[in-house]
């Protein structure tokens, strides 16, 4: 059992993060769920307590597309209670390419980069010596090695590389921040070498249930309803991520992609520092951090 354990998972309300969040409650560890809506937080947390009695669990309302919410989400985290040693970075939205949000920032980069980054940025900084693993579930490797990011477009505001085919372009944006994921778990995990916070990638395989495609027209809607009968379910798309997050094996392990428990090689132009570095201060600007992950991140902004 780990009681003393406390594992964040965003996107914790359905499909993969709820099987995340249940297999990780189940290990003992106090599990909070992470989820824009009261009424699907406690959805979950019902389904949880059903299929573990004994689960330990608390819920965050914060919309991750909203960086003050990330901001204040961080803050409450850290504020009553130890930060969490396990975090899995699972939440992901797939939006028009030109939906902005409120904070004018296109709604999939700031949900699946620009979340990520400045949530486990403000955390890593309270962390101190303490261990932790955070968790990033990406894309799938030969998916990302086609669609690198271009870094004088992260919010694909000028279409450029997008496809042909209008109603796909909201996946190929989707994609483009499945490749920043990877990119950012190198940088994290390049400056974070010599603490005891690891920084893995996983690939969940394309698993149905996840929602991603809910509100998705045309091409993309009709392709996702052709494969659903054939994927796999939730379940299976929590194994790596909750292995990472737990397992002895990869103690220690860090700046690695995952697909089925095993390390795979992911394209250079994930990898590359220079691009990877480019990124980092692009989001870091974004988000209104300092590169720089010397300076105490809670202080910033």
């Known amino acids: 059992m780990h009681r003393t354990s406390t594992a964040v998972v965003t996107g914790g309300t ?18 909070v769920l992470v989820g824009r809506s009261d009424q699907r937080l406690d959805a979950a947390r019902r389904r949880l307590t059903a299929a573990v009695p004994e689960a ?9 597309s909203l960086l003050a919410d990330v901001r204040a989400l961080a803050g409450r985290l850290t504020a009553r209670h130890a930060p969490p040693d396990v975090v899995v970075s699972n939440a992901a939205v797939i939006a028009e390419v030109g939906d902005t949000t409120a904070e004018g920032i296109q709604r999939t980069l700031a949900t699946n980069h620009l979340a ?14 303490r261990p932790a693993r955070f ?18 477009d992260l919010d694909c505001a000028t279409g450029r ?5 209008p109603s796909l372009r909201p996946f190929d944006c989707y994609g483009r921040t499945k490749n920043m994921n990877a990119m950012f778990v190198n940088g994290l995990a390049r400056r974070l070498d010599g603490t005891r916070i690891t920084v893995n990638g996983v690939h969940p395989g394309v ?3 996840t929602g991603l495609v809910r509100s ?23 194994d790596t991520p909750v292995w990472l997050a737990s397992s002895p094996e990869v103690e220690g392990v860090t700046g690695r992609f995952f697909v089925r428990r095993k390390p ?24 209104g951090l300092s590169p720089s992950m010397a300076a105490p991140a809670d202080d910033e902004g």
């Not at 330990?56 to 991750?64: G, H, K, N, P």
């Not at 590389?161 to 085919?165: A, D, E, H, N, S």
């Open 14 to 31: 359905g499909g993969i993060g709820e099987a995340i969040a249940r297999r990780l409650a189940a290990d003992g560890r106090t599990v």
């Open 56 to 64: 330990d669990l608390r819920s965050e309302r914060a919309d991750l």
């Open 116 to 129: 990520p980054y400045l949530l486990l940025r403000l955390l890593a900084g309270h962390l101190g010596d």
């Open 135 to 152: 968790v990033v579930v990406c894309g799938a490797p030969r998916a990302l090695a086609r669609m690198p990011v271009d870094l004088d």
């Open 161 to 165: 590389g997008l496809g042909p085919v």
């Open 207 to 209: 698993i149905k249930g």
């Open 216 to 238: 998705s027209r045309g091409t993309l809607r009709i392709l996702a309803a052709a494969l659903s009968p054939f994927l796999r379910g939730p379940d299976a798309g929590a």
């Open 264 to 287: 795979v090689t992911i394209a250079p132009h994930l990898t590359d520092p220079t691009r990877c570095d480019r990124l980092w201060n692009e989001s870091a600007h974004l988000v």
